[in-house]
């Protein structure tokens, strides 16, 4: 039963992170790995304040167009090429508390699977109206709302002939510096998912599992966008002692 | 109440600049600023400090993509957002490493020793997260300060079995004001990263 006192974060300490629901560092078939993972164990203490408190940001931050990335990098009338769609999910945290006020932040290629990037080498075009970031900030019961183009997937230099399936990054801030997240979203159905080193970095079928939306299709807007759902767990602390008292008063 | 596994990590990938910098990667008018880019924003108390360094990988070359994000207190020890904490400090940083020789730079405030949960301060620090094409899970570090004397009762500092490793998380005092904290992923001088 859903009440005010359970979604107030508790003041213990925030759980460990388990390996198992993250990528290895070291997975030689995504080449740039091999000499960017960390060798040695890392080092194991209970968070402190320094990863308990995190930068908060406000919606007052936020422009009108921050989190439509349809149209908030042309001229006024004119929007990204590609499927619209709308991406919309829930930032909780392990114990199931809704995360308010989380800050994410996306990026993405554009419908044709070009980024806009001084790096970038594909022969895909760029879109004079996608600019390809965007940004929203969680509201009280930890749900957000972006609208974009569906990207396309790409190619990439590691093996041979490798494709990425389309994807949209994601950064995220949640109340405390521990939680602090960046990853991917790809769409149901995509037959590159089992194929992409970078999916495969994660073991766990399940893990991945939990990066791919699903078409959402009661959320979708008729006559204009399809919807995909993609919810977000992010660690959490634990109660200490005085407040599991307080519960079991 | 139920367990929910967290969101598996996936790389930041090469273009991480678009999402989090995008000022910085030529993608203008979107945001009017990015991110994390003053630390500084008024009056702020406290010694002016700048931390920079590199990011290098197991072949010692440094990595001109990174992205490295910081979290401090101010000089009173406060965290933004605790009460009393400097309004003209906001304890953030992000920073697009540059892109011909990977520097990474704050400008910020040397911070003060902060609490410890179980009594006792930990040393000035400030906390730095990596992320980079080819790190799959963001590699979160902290910064102290060799001249600190501090140092020497940091009960994080204690916990770090092998000694010669401490000094990898020992920022070096180049200049009057100015600190260098070199990472490194991998190799004989390897950085301490954390899991906390
Ligand atoms: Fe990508």
Redesign the pocket.
């Known amino acids: 039963m859903p009440d005010k006192t359970n979604n107030t974060p508790p003041k213990g300490g925030y759980a460990a992170r388990l390996p198992a629901n993250h990528p290895v560092a070291l997975y030689p078939p995504y080449r740039t790995s091999v000499k960017r993972s960390p060798q040695a164990a890392p080092l194991s203490f209970p968070s402190t304040i320094s990863e308990e408190t995190g930068p908060v940001f406000g919606h007052s931050m936020l422009g009108p167009l921050d989190g439509d990335l349809l149209r908030n990098f042309g001229p006024q009338d004119q929007t990204a090429i590609g499927p619209r769609i709308i991406v919309h999910g829930r930032v909780q945290d392990q114990f199931g508390r809704p995360v308010a006020g989380a800050l994410l932040e996306v990026w993405q ?1 554009n419908a044709g699977g070009r980024y806009r990037h001084v790096k970038e080498g594909y022969i895909a075009p760029l879109d004079p109206n996608f600019g390809g970031c965007g940004r929203v900030i969680t509201d009280a019961d930890g749900r957000y709302e972006l609208r974009t183009v569906k990207p396309g997937p790409y190619p990439w230099p590691n093996g041979p002939n490798d494709w ?1 399936p389309a ?1 949209i ?1 994601f950064s995220v801030f949640g109340a405390g510096f521990a939680q602090r997240l960046i990853t991917q979203m790809y769409f149901e159905g995509d037959p590159l998912i089992p194929l992409c080193p970078i999916v495969r970095t994660i073991n766990d079928a399940a893990a991945v599992a939990r990066l791919i939306a699903p078409l959402d299709k009661p959320h979708t807007l008729p006559m204009d966008a399809l919807a995909y759902r993609f919810d977000i767990t992010l660690r959490g602390r634990r109660q200490t002692l005085f407040e599991n008292r307080m519960e079991g008063l | 109440m139920n367990d929910f596994p967290e969101t598996a990590s996936q790389t930041a ?1 090469p ?1 991480v600049h678009i999402g989090c910098t995008p000022n910085f990667a030529g993608i203008n008018g979107v945001y009017p600023d990015d991110l994390g880019a003053k630390m500084i924003t008024g009056a702020a108390n406290g010694t002016r400090i700048t931390l920079l360094g590199q990011v290098f990988d197991g072949t010692g070359t440094p990595l001109r993509d990174a992205m490295v994000e910081a979290w401090q207190a101010d000089a009173n020890g406060l965290y933004a957002g605790q009460p009393e904490a400097d309004l003209h400090f906001t304890g953030f940083g992000r920073c697009a490493c540059d892109p011909v020789d990977g520097t990474f730079r704050f400008e910020t405030v040397r911070p003060a020793a902060v609490p410890w949960p179980q009594g006792g301060m930990q040393a000035p620090h400030i906390t730095i997260w990596i992320v980079a094409r080819g790190i799959n899970l963001g590699l979160h570090t902290r910064a102290y300060f060799e001249d600190a004397p501090e140092n020497d009762s940091d009960p994080v500092l204690g916990r770090i079995e092998h000694r010669n490793r401490v000094r990898t998380l020992l920022a070096q005092r180049e200049e009057e004001s100015t600190y260098r904290f070199n990472i490194h992923l991998q190799g004989a001088g390897e950085t301490m990263f954390f899991d906390v």
Do not use: D
Request: aromatic share 16%; hydrophobic share 15%.
């Open positions: 290629a990425r994807h990054h | 990938g273009y």
